[in-house]
């Protein structure tokens, strides 16, 4: 028979491979959600999509998510992970295609005369080369190409699954550095009522000496001071702490030039303000609902797995090449030789395997769609909080900004009062304990507002380039 022979039946057989796939037809489930957000404008568009650089206009914060973007361990564990994943899918996939193998041999035995049939000693030389094939399973009913989808599938949500941890890490950078320096305008406000308890202090001493005022006044001032003392080294001891966080994340000391300036509790927080009025559809734009949603394809594609498994598998090897007794005529006319041996695998009896190894395909693709439709109900519960809470943060604001302005008209009077000796220096301390809150109240609101649109913009799957 002619050589060619075996690898037309094997180029036939991969013509017929793969006419059959017995995993169901994949269709994106529908949403669970309602079709807008609450708390919407009358505007559509949103700028979440917009590449993180454009979204923060303080170019150290910028050159701090830089670093991040290529230190930050988590990260990169998870770009490790999708150049496995990726390497994993390859290995599958290449499953699909028969593996062409090439190999050489040479043989020389020596044969006592005691055992030749001539009676003679004989030493004999065989050599071979050969082309061909191993264990190619033949497709016809997906098994092999669902394993592949499978693979991809695993692939692409670990690739998600990266785009998520690198949104999280642009995030969680910003916070660290606002919520670094509100506490730096913290500090500022502690120092600030230090001073001035400092002041007091030395002019109630003052009065005493004059006979103007009494030492219970005094004891009280310096009770006051000794608090505000103890205040800013309290936070002392926060602002190394958020150097330390943001040094984590950034994977590496904070360059001094990096670190952020107080926050001015008067700015609106710019490059933050993200559209209301998003239909839900965007939602399917988030990097972990896309993640979920390949683990559902991969799901999907196991039941085709599963189910080729009651089917027959049929396995092929075959080669062609070329063999001799002398190394010379090897490839010589008439040395031609050839191999062709299909094998046929049919589950007949396997205790219930099978079905078993089905229905637990099929529940965990019900367990894949369960967590893709609770994905999108928690990143739609995320979305609408963030949005209301935005809302409601700007009335808090300037409800604070009135009283904050109210309480230092109130502080202004009182220690008018007092050093007129109309009140005691009780007044006086009631006044500045308010003016104080309401200071602290309007850095807290503040920072809430930049926290607020960072959510708000992670939430909404903000871009990664």
């Known amino acids: 028979m002619n050589r060619k022979i075996p690898f037309a039946l094997a180029a036939l057989t991969l013509a017929l491979a793969g006419c059959a796939n017995l995993a169901p037809t994949y269709e994106r489930p529908p949403a669970p959600v309602p079709a807008a957000f609450p708390a919407a404008g009358a505007d559509a568009a949103s700028d979440a999509q917009r590449p993180w650089r454009q979204q923060f ?27 496995q994943a990726r390497a994993q899918y390859r290995v599958q996939d290449a499953a699909r295609r028969p593996t062409l193998q090439a190999s050489g041999s040479g043989d020389a035995a020596r044969t006592p005369a005691d055992l030749s049939g001539t009676g003679r000693t004989l030493v004999s030389h065989s050599y ?8 190619y399973e ?16 695993q692939y692409a949500a670990t690739e998600e699954a990266r785009r998520a941890s690198q949104i999280t890490v642009v995030a969680e950078v910003a916070q660290a550095y606002l919520g670094w320096s509100a506490d730096l305008q913290r500090m500022a406000l502690a120092r600030q009522t230090l001073d001035s308890r400092l002041q007091t202090v030395a002019l109630t001493e003052r009065r005493l000496a004059a006979g103007a005022d009494s030492a219970l ?28 966080a943001l040094a984590v994340l950034i994977g590496g000391p904070v360059p001094p030039a990096l670190a952020p300036q107080a926050l001015d509790p008067a700015a609106t927080p710019a490059g933050l303000q993200i559209a209301a009025g998003l239909p839900s559809e965007l939602l399917l734009r988030r990097p972990d609902l896309l993640e979920s949603e390949h683990q559902l394809r991969a799901a999907t594609a196991n039941i085709g797995v599963a189910r080729a498994a009651f089917y027959p598998r049929i396995a092929l090897t075959a080669s062609a090449g070329s063999a001799s007794a002398e190394l010379s005529g090897l490839f010589n006319g008439g040395s031609g030789s050839w191999s062709f041996v299909p094998q046929v695998s049919l589950p007949i009896f396997d205790g219930g395997a099978n079905s078993a190894n089905l229905e637990a395909a099929r529940a965990a693709r019900d367990i894949a769609l369960a967590q893709y439709e609770k994905a999108i109900q928690v990143a739609f519960q995320e979305v609408a909080q963030a949005l209301a809470e935005r809302e409601a943060l700007g009335e808090r604001i300037a409800a604070q900004q009135a009283l904050l302005k109210a309480s230092g008209s109130a502080l202004e009077l009182a220690r008018a009062r007092w050093e007129r000796g109309a009140d005691s220096w009780l007044e006086v301390l009631d006044a500045q304990r308010t003016h104080d809150s309401a200071q602290q109240g309007l850095v807290d609101l503040r920072q809430q507002q930049v926290d607020n649109g960072i959510t708000l913009y992670k939430a909404l799957g903000g871009g990664t380039a």
Do not use: C, H, M, Y
């Not at 006051?224 to 150097?243: C, F, I, N, P």
């Open 138 to 153: 033949l497709d016809f009913f997906g098994r092999v190409r669902n394993l592949s989808e499978q693979a991809l599938a």
């Open 217 to 244: 006044a005094l004891r009280q001032q310096q009770s006051s001071l000794e608090s505000a003392r103890g205040e800013v080294q309290r936070l002392k001891a926060v602002l190394a702490t958020d150097r330390e």
């Open 57 to 83: 206009d303080d170019p150290r914060l910028v050159q701090l998510v830089e670093l991040a973007l290529v230190n930050n361990r988590d990260l990169r564990v998870a770009v490790a992970s999708v150049e």
């Open 128 to 135: 071979g080369a050969t082309v061909g094939i191993s264990a």
